[in-house]
C-alpha cells in the first residue's frame, strides 16, 4: 500500500510559478512509475505528466510541454511538478499517482494509488 500527499497549489497570477510536490509513504518508492493528472470542474481528470522509476524518461500532455518539469528524489520518496509560464486553463485540482510497473502510462485507469489532490488557480 502506498499513500500520497500532494502539497504546493495555491492561487497564483497567470505567467507565474508552483512547484507541486507528493510525498509517499514506505521504503518502496522508486519501484513505482509516478504521474501527475488535474482535473478541472465539470470535467474528467486528464494526464499531465509522468516520469520512469529511476527518472530517466518522462512524458508530458501537449498542453503542458516546455513549461511544466516533472522529476523525482527516490531517496527523499518525493516526485514534483514544477509549473512555469501557467495559464488560466491550467486551473484545476492536480492529483498525484503510482503505477506498480516499469511502464510509462498516460491512462488514469493504469494507475494504482492516488493522492486527495491540491488545488492550482490560476488569475487573468
Known amino acids: 500500500q502506498v499513500q500520497l500527499v500532494e502539497s504546493g497549489g495555491g492561487l497564483v497570477q497567470a505567467g507565474g510559478s508552483l512547484r507541486l510536490s507528493c510525498a509517499t509513504s514506505?521504503?518502496?518508492?522508486?519501484?513505482?512509475?509516478m504521474g501527475w493528472f488535474r482535473q478541472a470542474p465539470g470535467k474528467e481528470r486528464v494526464f499531465v505528466a509522468t516520469i520512469s522509476r529511476s527518472g530517466d524518461s518522462t512524458d508530458y500532455a501537449d498542453s503542458v510541454k516546455g513549461r511544466f518539469t516533472i522529476s523525482r528524489d527516490n531517496a527523499k520518496n518525493t516526485v514534483y511538478l514544477q509549473m512555469n509560464s501557467l495559464k488560466p486553463e491550467d486551473t484545476a485540482v492536480y492529483y498525484c499517482?503510482?503505477?506498480?510497473?516499469?511502464?510509462?502510462?498516460?491512462?488514469?485507469?493504469?494507475?494504482?494509488?492516488w493522492g486527495q489532490g491540491t488545488q492550482v488557480t490560476v488569475s487573468s
Open positions: 499517482a503510482a503505477r506498480s510497473t516499469w511502464l510509462l502510462s498516460t491512462m488514469p485507469k493504469d494507475y494504482n494509488y
Open positions: 514506505g521504503r518502496t518508492f522508486s519501484r513505482y512509475v
